[in-house]
C-alpha cells in the first residue's frame, strides 16, 4: 500500500466518523433542501425515532455541519440549517445518489 493510499484511506475514516450513521444521510439529504424544524425532520425521514433523530442531530452540530437556532417563542421553535461545511458534503450525497440509482 503506498503512502498516498494511506492518507486517503484516513480522511474517508475522518469523513465517515463526522457524518456518523445512515441517518446523518438522510437528514442532510432534507437540509439541502433548506432550513427545517425537528418535526419536520421526523416526517420527512422515514423510520427514525424521536431519540436517533436528536442524536444524530447533536452529532451534526457538535462537528459543524448544522447549526441548531432556537427561538424564545411558546412552545419553542428549533431550527435547524446547514453550515458551510454541511453544504459542502451535497456533492458527496449527489455522486452517492447517481451510484445507487445506476446499481442499486
Not at 484516513?10 to 438522510?26: H, M, N, P, T
Not at 439541502?32 to 416526517?43: I, S, V
Not at 419553542?76 to 455522486?95: A, N
Amino acid at each position: 500500500m503506498s503512502k498516498e493510499e494511506l492518507v486517503i484511506d484516513c480522511s474517508i475514516e475522518r469523513a465517515l466518523d463526522i457524518i456518523g450513521s445512515k441517518w446523518s444521510f438522510l437528514i442532510l439529504r432534507e437540509l439541502f433542501c433548506g432550513t427545517k424544524r425537528f418535526g419536520e425532520l421526523e416526517r420527512a425521514v422515514q423510520g427514525v425515532s424521536p431519540k436517533s433523530l436528536s442524536d444524530t442531530l447533536r452529532r451534526l452540530e457538535a462537528n459543524d455541519i448544522v447549526v441548531r437556532t432556537v427561538y424564545p417563542t411558546v412552545p419553542l421553535r428549533v431550527e435547524y440549517t446547514l453550515t458551510e461545511k454541511g453544504q459542502d458534503f451535497h456533492k458527496i450525497i449527489k455522486e452517492m445518489k447517481l451510484w445507487g440509482a445506476k446499481w442499486g
